[in-house]
Protein backbone atom coordinates (compact mmCIF):
# COMPACT_ATOMS: atom_id res chain seq x y z
CA UNK A 1 0.00 0.00 0.00
CA UNK A 2 1.19 3.19 -1.22
CA UNK A 3 1.66 5.89 1.51
CA UNK A 4 1.29 9.86 1.34
CA UNK A 5 4.04 11.76 2.68
CA UNK A 6 1.81 15.30 2.04
CA UNK A 7 1.89 17.51 5.17
CA UNK A 8 -0.09 20.47 5.35
CA UNK A 9 0.85 22.91 7.75
CA UNK A 10 -1.76 25.68 9.31
CA UNK A 11 0.13 29.78 9.68
CA UNK A 12 0.20 30.49 12.98
CA UNK A 13 -0.85 34.58 13.71
CA UNK A 14 0.09 36.05 16.29
CA UNK A 15 -2.21 37.41 18.91
CA UNK A 16 -0.78 41.36 18.07
CA UNK A 17 -1.98 40.82 14.41
CA UNK A 18 -5.79 39.80 15.69
CA UNK A 19 -5.42 42.78 18.18
CA UNK A 20 -4.34 45.12 15.70
CA UNK A 21 -7.11 44.22 13.47
CA UNK A 22 -9.84 44.50 15.76
CA UNK A 23 -8.59 48.01 16.79
CA UNK A 24 -8.43 48.54 12.81
CA UNK A 25 -12.09 47.62 13.02
CA UNK A 26 -13.35 49.84 15.88
CA UNK A 27 -11.34 52.56 14.65
CA UNK A 28 -13.26 51.91 11.15
CA UNK A 29 -16.47 52.03 13.19
CA UNK A 30 -16.09 54.78 14.75
CA UNK A 31 -15.34 56.37 11.70
CA UNK A 32 -18.59 55.23 10.67
CA UNK A 33 -21.02 56.65 12.57
CA UNK A 34 -18.87 59.86 12.43
CA UNK A 35 -19.55 60.20 8.82
CA UNK A 36 -22.85 59.37 9.34
CA UNK A 37 -23.54 62.35 11.36
CA UNK A 38 -21.88 65.02 8.93
CA UNK A 39 -22.83 66.29 5.92
CA UNK A 40 -20.46 65.87 3.61
CA UNK A 41 -20.06 68.76 0.62
CA UNK A 42 -21.00 68.03 -2.79
CA UNK A 43 -18.42 66.95 -5.48
CA UNK A 44 -19.13 67.64 -8.91
CA UNK A 45 -22.31 65.97 -10.00
CA UNK A 46 -22.79 64.00 -6.67
CA UNK A 47 -24.77 65.58 -3.79
CA UNK A 48 -23.30 65.05 -0.01
CA UNK A 49 -25.69 62.57 0.79
CA UNK A 50 -24.49 60.74 -2.57
CA UNK A 51 -20.68 61.14 -1.31
CA UNK A 52 -21.48 60.47 1.98
CA UNK A 53 -22.96 57.21 1.06
CA UNK A 54 -19.90 56.39 -0.78
CA UNK A 55 -17.73 56.91 1.80
CA UNK A 56 -19.49 54.94 4.25
CA UNK A 57 -19.48 52.13 1.58
CA UNK A 58 -15.55 52.26 0.96
CA UNK A 59 -15.27 51.97 4.84
CA UNK A 60 -17.47 48.84 4.77
CA UNK A 61 -15.80 47.49 2.08
CA UNK A 62 -12.23 47.78 4.22
CA UNK A 63 -13.88 46.41 7.14
CA UNK A 64 -14.78 43.45 4.77
CA UNK A 65 -11.67 42.61 3.67
CA UNK A 66 -9.89 42.88 6.89
CA UNK A 67 -12.21 40.34 8.44
CA UNK A 68 -11.82 38.14 5.30
CA UNK A 69 -8.48 38.45 4.77
CA UNK A 70 -7.06 38.30 8.89
CA UNK A 71 -10.21 36.74 10.98
CA UNK A 72 -11.00 34.15 8.28
CA UNK A 73 -7.25 33.49 7.03
CA UNK A 74 -7.41 34.41 3.46
CA UNK A 75 -4.33 36.26 3.53
CA UNK A 76 -2.73 33.01 4.38
CA UNK A 77 -4.97 30.01 2.40
CA UNK A 78 -3.94 28.88 -1.20
CA UNK A 79 -4.63 30.04 -4.49
CA UNK A 80 -7.69 27.79 -4.82
CA UNK A 81 -9.27 29.94 -1.96
CA UNK A 82 -8.46 33.26 -2.66
CA UNK A 83 -9.58 32.39 -6.86
CA UNK A 84 -13.22 30.74 -4.67
CA UNK A 85 -13.24 34.46 -2.72
CA UNK A 86 -12.83 36.85 -5.72
CA UNK A 87 -15.22 34.64 -8.05
CA UNK A 88 -17.44 34.91 -4.80
CA UNK A 89 -16.96 38.65 -5.46
CA UNK A 90 -17.34 38.81 -9.04
CA UNK A 91 -20.67 37.12 -8.76
CA UNK A 92 -21.84 39.78 -6.20
CA UNK A 93 -21.05 42.88 -8.39
CA UNK A 94 -22.95 40.83 -11.77
CA UNK A 95 -26.38 40.71 -9.43
CA UNK A 96 -25.64 44.49 -8.35
CA UNK A 97 -25.64 44.79 -11.81
CA UNK A 98 -28.54 43.07 -13.06
CA UNK A 99 -30.35 44.79 -9.96
CA UNK A 100 -29.19 48.09 -11.02
CA UNK A 101 -29.86 47.84 -14.52
CA UNK A 102 -33.75 46.03 -13.48
CA UNK A 103 -34.24 49.62 -11.21
CA UNK A 104 -33.08 51.79 -13.93
CA UNK A 105 -35.53 50.72 -17.13
CA UNK A 106 -38.88 52.64 -17.66
CA UNK A 107 -42.55 50.71 -17.28
CA UNK A 108 -43.69 50.65 -20.92
CA UNK A 109 -47.28 50.39 -20.70
CA UNK A 110 -49.10 47.95 -23.14
CA UNK A 111 -52.78 49.26 -24.45
CA UNK A 112 -55.38 49.72 -21.51
CA UNK A 113 -53.62 49.59 -18.69
CA UNK A 114 -54.06 52.88 -18.20
CA UNK A 115 -57.81 53.06 -17.72
CA UNK A 116 -57.58 50.40 -15.06
CA UNK A 117 -56.04 51.01 -11.45
CA UNK A 118 -55.15 47.61 -10.15
CA UNK A 119 -55.27 44.13 -11.48
CA UNK A 120 -53.79 40.98 -12.89
CA UNK A 121 -53.75 39.84 -15.75
CA UNK A 122 -56.37 39.65 -17.89
CA UNK A 123 -57.10 42.99 -16.86
CA UNK A 124 -60.80 42.45 -16.45
CA UNK A 125 -63.24 43.76 -14.07
CA UNK A 126 -64.96 41.63 -11.85
CA UNK A 127 -68.52 42.59 -12.51
CA UNK A 128 -68.38 42.23 -15.92
CA UNK A 129 -70.33 39.09 -16.80
CA UNK A 130 -67.22 37.63 -18.98
CA UNK A 131 -63.95 38.16 -20.71
CA UNK A 132 -64.58 40.44 -23.78
CA UNK A 133 -63.44 39.03 -26.94
CA UNK A 134 -59.80 38.52 -28.10
CA UNK A 135 -59.65 40.89 -30.79
CA UNK A 136 -60.98 43.57 -28.22
CA UNK A 137 -58.96 46.84 -27.77
CA UNK A 138 -59.21 46.98 -24.32
CA UNK A 139 -57.67 43.74 -23.37
CA UNK A 140 -53.75 43.93 -23.21
CA UNK A 141 -53.85 40.49 -22.86
CA UNK A 142 -54.66 37.45 -25.32
CA UNK A 143 -56.96 35.18 -24.68
CA UNK A 144 -55.71 31.13 -24.52
CA UNK A 145 -57.36 29.22 -27.21
Known amino acids: ?9 HHIVP ?3 YVATFLGLVVL ?3 TVAI ?3 NLPAIG ?3 GTVVNQLVALLIAVVKAMLVISI ?3 VKWGSTLTKLWVASGFVTLIVLFGILGDYTTRQFEHQPGWEKQADGALPRVTPNEPEVPAADSNTLNVKIRQ
Open 1 to 9: MASSTHTHE
Open 15 to 17: TRT
Open 29 to 31: MVM
Open 36 to 38: AGV
Open 45 to 47: PLS
Open 71 to 73: FMG
